[in-house]
């Protein structure tokens, strides 16, 4: 359905129609030709792949596997697989979607993919999950590669998935392709850095976000919601920072401490318990607290949709830094930026675990690693640069940083289709 059947006023909640509407009035701002739209609404090429896996008990189950690639523009499409029970077809799309956005605004040589798998993976083994992640790839082999899409973790999925899957795509090319799969382990050309990227990413965005806005960032408290892979790094590096992390929930429960968090023990005890309810010396948290308790900074770090209309009213925050992919409903989003909340938005926010899959992916072009600090240095350029293209964009065309964010990303997909000869006769009207 094209994003214009809904209204205005309407809470929209399809991740694909946001994506398109946002996507849309960039390319309207900027005054594109219709065709730029066109190319841009949809993905290039979505595969949904049937996966049966036999269950310990005997069972066989057939899993839909699911994988978008939105746009090779600017080089290979790339982006995380995640295993959930809510995955869709549209969800994957506006993951894709994001994904080509988010690399142009970083400057990075990729297009967008995602992909996903309907399930639920507490209900499987770890015998069952191994042979779901090698049946998604021998499926799916035919149209990936590292100089076509290459995967990545997101919800769900780790480094051990990614070194099952990455085994699976050399035994059906008969040869190592580490450049396959980023966010792999070490071992077999993984990065350094990769794992804590996107946490460290977000945490710079708020630190560059501070700077511009004045504050103190040793005077500032934070809560996040997610506490994964992406939430867990950003509570640590908030917290290396000065800031005071003092609310924290995930799918199971949630924890308060007035005084601050103790990250490192929370990790540990997250580690062992599968959640951070009922971590000693806390309160309980429920997630509707979370998004209104007093704060300075909120970090969505979970699933898409959780700022509504409903709840955007009652968040105190200053800054929202969207680690999670979609936070946001454009309802929600409106009422953040009426009440004067200053939004880092996904596409800029997390951009730094594709970064750093970057770099895991030049490294392993090289056949050479780079030490942590090296990593973390190029990433820390990268993401300052992304920052100062989107707040610059902010200032020059008087929006929101999400908007100028947009503007960044879609300038720079539509600089390439000049640059590839697909638009003629025009020129950007402004730098980006
Ligand atoms: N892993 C990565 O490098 C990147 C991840 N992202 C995005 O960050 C978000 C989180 O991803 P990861 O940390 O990798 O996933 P993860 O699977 O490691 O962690 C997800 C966390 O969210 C929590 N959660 C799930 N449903 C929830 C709910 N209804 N309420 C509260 N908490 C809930 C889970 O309990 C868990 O703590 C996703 O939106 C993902 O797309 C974005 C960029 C890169
Ligand atoms: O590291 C990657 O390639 C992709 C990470 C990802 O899925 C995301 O940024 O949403």
New binding site residues.
């Given amino acids: 359905m094209p994003a214009k059947e809904e209204k205005d006023g309407d809470e929209i909640t399809n991740p694909y129609h946001i994506a398109q509407r946002l996507i849309e009035r960039a390319t309207e701002t900027l005054e594109l030709q219709e065709g730029v739209y066109d190319i841009l609404k949809k993905p290039k090429r979505v595969m949904k792949v049937s996966i049966p896996v036999r269950r310990d008990n005997g069972d066989v189950v057939n899993y839909t596997g699911i994988r978008a690639q939105h746009t090779d523009i600017l080089g290979p499409t790339k982006g995380?697989v995640r295993f959930h029970p809510g995955v869709n077809e549209d969800e994957v799309i506006a993951l894709s979607m994001w994904m080509s956005l988010k690399t142009a605004i970083v400057g990075i040589p990729f297009g967008g993919g995602k992909g996903g798998i309907i399930v639920n993976p507490e209900e499987l083994s770890e015998r069952e999950i191994e042979e779901l992640s090698r049946g998604f790839i021998r499926e799916l082999e035919p149209i990936m590669g590292p100089e076509k899409d290459i995967p990545a973790?997101?919800?769900?999925t780790n480094p051990k998935i990614m070194g099952w899957m990455l085994d699976e795509f050399d035994r059906l090319r008969g040869h190592n392709v580490p450049g396959f799969i980023t966010g792999k382990p070490l071992i077999i050309g993984g990065s350094e850095g990769r794992v804590e990227a996107?946490g460290r990413g977000v945490v710079i965005t708020i630190r560059e976000a501070a700077k511009r806005l004045d504050y103190d960032l040793n005077k500032m408290t934070a809560v996040i919601?997610?506490?994964?892979?992406?939430?867990s790094n950003a509570a640590k590096y908030l917290e290396e920072s000065g800031v005071k992390v003092i609310g924290i929930?995930?799918?199971?429960g949630g924890v308060y401490n007035e005084n601050g968090l103790d990250i490192a023990s929370l990790i540990e005890y997250a580690k062992e318990t599968k959640t951070v309810k009922g971590f000693p010396g806390s309160e309980d948290l429920s997630?509707d607290d979370l998004f209104s308790l007093e704060c300075d900074i909120l970090i969505p770090?979970?699933?898409e949709n959780q700022i509504t209309g409903d709840n955007a009213n009652q968040i105190k925050a200053k800054i929202v830094a969207e680690?999670?992919?979609g936070p946001t409903t454009p309802q929600g989003n409106k009422l953040l930026e009426d009440n004067g909340v200053f939004v880092i938005p996904d596409i800029l926010c997390?951009a730094g675990?594709v970064t750093v899959s970057y770099f895991e992916w030049v490294q392993n072009a090289m056949h050479y690693s780079w030490k942590e600090k090296e990593v973390a240095e190029k990433l820390e350029e990268k993401m300052v640069d992304a920052f100062k293209a989107v707040y610059d964009m902010r200032d020059a065309k008087k929006v929101k940083m999400r908007e100028a964010a947009y503007l960044v990303g879609v300038g720079r997909l539509a600089k390439a289709m000049i640059a590839r000869g697909w638009i003629k006769n025009w020129e950007m009207p402004i730098d980006c």
């Fill in positions: 995380g973790p997101d919800v769900n996107t919601q997610g506490f994964g892979n992406v939430g929930t995930d799918a199971k997630n770090a979970a699933l680690a999670a992919n997390n675990g």
